[in-house]
């Protein structure tokens, strides 16, 4: 989706995150390019619209059948997938 061109602005990443969190500010040919994105591809993300819906094992809370664990830790996944894919999924 962010476009790739010679001169043009870097990319958001996972970097850039702490960053803003801290009270950064994005470049103006970056925040111009995101608001562009926004704007075309109409983001939205269910989990956060609708988080009494679509909890996230976790963050906090256990899925069901599962010790509660620590938030930023991963642990192996059946299947193939995210452990989140798998659960939709049923594996």
Known sequence: MWP????GPDPITTGTLPHLAAGGRLAPEAEGTLASLARDHQYFHW????????RLPGYGEAAPGQARREPGRRRAAPGLGSPRRNRVIGL
């Not at 790739?4 to 001169?7: D, K, M, Q, S, V």
């Not at 989990?47 to 679509?54: Q, S, T």
């Open 4 to 7: 790739h061109a010679p001169g």
């Open 47 to 54: 989990h956060l619209e609708f988080p009494g819906v679509f």
